[in-house]
C-alpha cells in the first residue's frame, strides 16, 4: 500500500479546492488547511490559522511541521510568494502553485499556447506594486500570477511547479456566476454583448482540475504545466448548451466595436495548449462531452 503522505492545502475550502482535499483524504493522505481561520477545516483534515501574508504569523504556525507536498490555492501576489518561498524552503518535497490562463493575457496567439511562451525566468518581479491594494489586485490578476510564478522560478533548489488553470465550469456551487449571467440574458431574450470577433478558448471541468492537482501533488515534474481539458469553446457553444435547458428563451447576441462584453466571450483566442501534461502521463477530457453536464450543475434541472 502507498504510504500516506503529508499534504499542507493553502486556502482551498471551496470549488474546486474543496473537491482535491476530498481526493487526498480518500487516499489517506493527511491533510491538512492553512487558512485565516474563517472557514473550518473540511471533516478529516487538520486545519492551521494564520495570515499568509505575514511571515512570522506563518511561521509561529507550521512550527517544526514538514510536508510531502503544500498545495498554494491562494497566492495571488509576489510578496505573497517571497514569503511562501522564504518559509517553506526546507519544509517540502514539492510545492504545487495553483495559477491560471491568465498569465497568457498578453500572448496574442492563433494557436494555443505552451508553457514557453510565459517563461517565469524572463518576467520582472516588482515587489513595490500596491499589491495590498485590492482592487489594484483585481485588474492585475494575470500579471500577480506571472510574478508570483517568477519568484519561485527564481530559487533553482525550491521543488515548484504552477498549474495553469483554463477557465473552470460546473459544479453547482460555482461561485462566479458567469453561467448564470448568461441564462438569465437568454431566459429575458435580452442582447448579450460580445466582441465584434469573438474567439474561442480552452475550458476544464471543476472535477477534472481535482484530478489534476491531485495528480500533480504526486509527480515530480517541475516549472509551469498548462491544464486544460481537450479542445475549443465558443461563446455560442456554451450559450447553446445553455438554451437547451430554457425552452422558451432565445440567444440574442450583441456585437460590439468598444466596451464591456460578456464573460467568456474574447477579443483574442484564450486556448493552452496541453501536451506537456499529456505527454507527463495525464488523461484529459474533451471539453464537449463534459459541457451539457457542467451547465446542468450549475443551472440546476430548470436552467436556474
Not at 82 to 107: D, K
Not at 193 to 220: K, R, S
Request: aromatic residues 10%.
Amino acid at each position: 500500500m502507498r504510504k500516506a503522505r503529508e499534504v499542507l492545502v493553502i486556502g482551498g475550502n471551496r470549488y474546486f479546492g474543496k473537491r482535491l482535499i476530498a481526493r487526498l483524504l480518500a487516499a489517506g493522505d493527511r491533510v491538512t488547511v492553512l487558512n485565516r481561520g474563517s472557514s473550518a477545516a473540511p471533516p478529516g483534515a487538520g486545519r492551521l490559522v494564520a495570515d499568509r501574508n505575514d511571515e512570522k504569523s506563518l511561521t509561529a504556525a507550521l512550527g517544526s511541521r514538514t510536508f510531502d507536498a503544500v498545495v498554494d490555492q491562494v497566492c495571488y501576489t509576489p510578496r505573497q510568494a517571497e514569503i511562501a518561498r522564504r518559509v517553506f524552503t526546507g519544509r517540502t518535497r514539492r510545492y504545487v502553485l495553483t495559477s491560471t490562463v491568465e498569465v497568457y493575457e498578453y500572448e496574442d496567439s492563433i494557436a494555443p499556447v505552451r508553457e514557453t511562451y510565459v517563461n517565469p525566468l524572463d518576467v520582472s518581479v516588482d515587489l513595490e506594486l500596491p499589491w495590498d491594494d485590492p482592487e489594484f489586485l483585481d485588474t492585475h490578476y494575470g500579471e500577480g500570477k506571472r510574478q508570483a510564478e517568477a519568484v519561485f522560478a527564481a530559487d533553482p533548489a525550491f521543488p515548484y511547479t504552477t498549474v495553469r488553470v483554463a477557465h473552470v465550469l460546473g459544479g453547482d456551487d460555482d461561485f462566479t456566476g458567469r453561467m448564470t449571467h448568461y441564462a438569465s440574458r437568454i431566459r429575458a431574450r435580452a442582447p448579450i454583448a460580445v466582441p465584434v470577433v469573438n474567439h474561442p478558448a480552452t475550458y476544464i471541468h471543476v472535477e477534472e482540475i481535482a484530478d489534476f492537482l491531485f495528480w500533480a501533488v504526486g509527480q515530480d515534474f517541475t516549472g509551469p504545466v498548462n491544464a486544460a481539458s481537450h479542445g475549443r469553446l465558443t461563446t455560442a457553444d456554451l450559450c447553446d448548451a445553455i438554451a437547451a435547458r430554457i425552452p422558451d428563451g432565445e440567444t440574442v447576441f450583441q456585437p460590439v466595436e468598444v466596451g464591456e462584453v460578456s464573460p467568456f466571450s474574447f477579443t483574442r483566442f484564450y486556448g493552452m495548449d496541453n501536451s506537456r501534461a499529456t505527454r507527463l502521463g495525464f488523461r484529459f477530457t474533451q471539453a464537449r462531452q463534459w459541457l451539457p453536464k457542467a451547465v446542468a450543475e450549475t443551472l440546476g434541472k430548470d436552467g436556474t
